[in-house]
T-cell receptor, first 116, second 112 residues
Framework: NAGVTQTPKFRVLKTGQSMTLLCAQD?????MYWYRQDPGMGLRLIHY???????AKGEVPDGYNVSRLKKQNFLLGLESAAPSQTSVYFC???????????????FGAGTRLSVL | GENVEQHPSTLSVQEGDSAVIKCTYS??????FPWYKQELGKGPQLIID?????GEKKDQRIAVTLNKTAKHFSLHITETQPEDSAVYFC???????????FGKGTKLSVKP
């Protein structure tokens, strides 16, 4: 009953450092997403994946890279962290239903990242 | 691209009263409109959704209405309880990938 699991839960980085956020889902979902949540800004899509080995840019992709080598995992990388990347990051996954627009997205509990 | 506006940004009601949150969208091709509830320190969780071929959907104390002509949809919570206090997000999409465009959220406070 794990659903979507994000690690780590909290992280503090110095400007210029790199890190990888891990998202794992056990629901066999095809689609996975990375969002960032900032006060007053709602949730904004960074990158997403429609299947193993595929990735695509979302609304705010600059400064981030992603990889989906396994269906159940979706990694978000920051190569050179900047204070503007201080945010709460959420991963989500959803299943694919042919012919129907829109799928229920299941979210993880989030990773709170501070870049000093 | 799609743009979703959500109002109000904060809403305070007395326990037992009703709460209404409204969203408008810009893309007439959008066909799926979910509502998510986010409790403090947690990720968003779907509470109700509606598709463009339906005008209204109800689940116990919550309901969603959709006006395709005016391009707006609303969340209605009746008989509010303190545990309804949270941030609520509306969203819209038309893509098969399910890429959601979220509103900026409404912080609902229910006072006992």
């Amino acid at each position: 009953n794990a659903g979507v699991t994000q690690t780590p839960k909290f992280r503090v980085l110095k400007t210029g450092q790199s890190m990888t956020l891990l998202c794992a889902q056990d629901m066999n979902h095809e689609y996975m997403y990375w969002y960032r949540q900032d006060p007053g800004m709602g949730l904004r899509l960074i990158h997403y994946s429609v299947g193993e080995g595929t990735t695509a840019k979302g609304e705010v992709p600059d400064g981030y890279n992603v990889s989906r080598l396994k269906k159940q995992n979706f990694l978000l990388g920051l190569e050179s962290a900047a204070p503007s990347q201080t945010s709460v990051y959420f991963c989500a996954s959803s299943y694919f239903r042919p012919g129907q627009g829109g799928n229920i997205q299941y979210f993880g509990a989030g990773t709170r990242l501070s870049v000093l | 691209g799609e743009n979703v506006e959500q109002h109000p940004s904060t809403l305070s009601v007395q326990e037992g009263d009703s709460a209404v949150i409204k969203c408008t969208y810009s893309d007439s091709a959008s066909n799926y409109f979910p509502w998510y509830k986010q409790e403090l320190g947690k990720g968003p969780q779907l509470i109700i959704d509606i598709r463009s071929n339906v005008g209204e959907k109800k689940d116990q104390r919550i309901a969603v209405t959709l006006n395709k002509t005016a391009k707006h949809f609303s969340l209605h919570i009746t008989e509010t309880q303190p545990e309804d206090s949270a941030v609520y997000f509306c969203a819209a999409t038309r893509g098969s990938q399910g890429n959601l465009i979220f509103g900026k959220g409404t912080k609902l406070s229910v006072k006992p």
